[in-house]
């Protein structure tokens, strides 16, 4: 079973309460979002966005152009059902994050829990490239991995493990950090997961 095969699968059998990553409300994304005071008319996109709340979250707070990525099209036909008419003002984009070519420079790039998939650095390296060249300069950049204390895999795949050392190397060249953090994540069955966090800006 090939990478988009693995995640349609994930997507078609499963309820957002049987999948570990599930968040009620993206507070971490939001609160990061409204510190950074935002344009509302700022290209933000969701990385690996599956079902995910971060796009009706958006939405509510009123920003206008939002896009939102993910490998399966079956997680993106869920979200726009969950929104019904308010799905039509979004950018849906299925595709391979490592295959990415944006027609749109962004000011925000989100990713919780799509980097540490990258297990290899050709694709470590294909992501580093594509953001650097599709985030606007001084445009920002939060992603989100597991950290030294999370877990080893997710969803049956290998991941790989993050400290803030080793996220902050590989964005360095291009990106400035502006802060890290670790935080908690209870999943839908009471276990926990630790997380990396690194807030990065365009240089």
Known sequence: MNNKQHWE???????????????????????YIEGLKLSKTANIIDVGGGDSNLVDALLEKGYLNI??????????????????????????????????????????????????????????QKYTSIITNAVNPNGHFLLGAFSENGPLKCSGLEIKQYSEKEMKNNFQNNFEVLKCFTENHITPFNTTQNFQFCGFIKK
């Not at 078609?12 to 993206?26: A, G, L």
């Not at 308010?86 to 299925?94: E, F, L, M």
């Not at 391979?96 to 290899?120: G, N, Q, S, Y």
């Open 67 to 124: 896009w939102v990525l993910d490998i399966s099209g079956t997680a993106l036909e869920k979200v726009k059902m969950r929104l019904g008419e308010k799905a039509n003002s979004v950018h849906w984009i299925v595709s391979d994050i490592t295959e990415f070519i944006p027609d749109v420079k962004f000011d925000f790039w989100h990713d919780r829990a799509v980097f540490h998939f990258l297990t290899d650095n050709e694709n470590i």
């Open 9 to 31: 699968n994930v997507f078609t059998t499963k309820t957002p309460n049987e999948v570990s990553w599930t968040q009620e409300y993206p507070k971490t994304a939001i609160d």
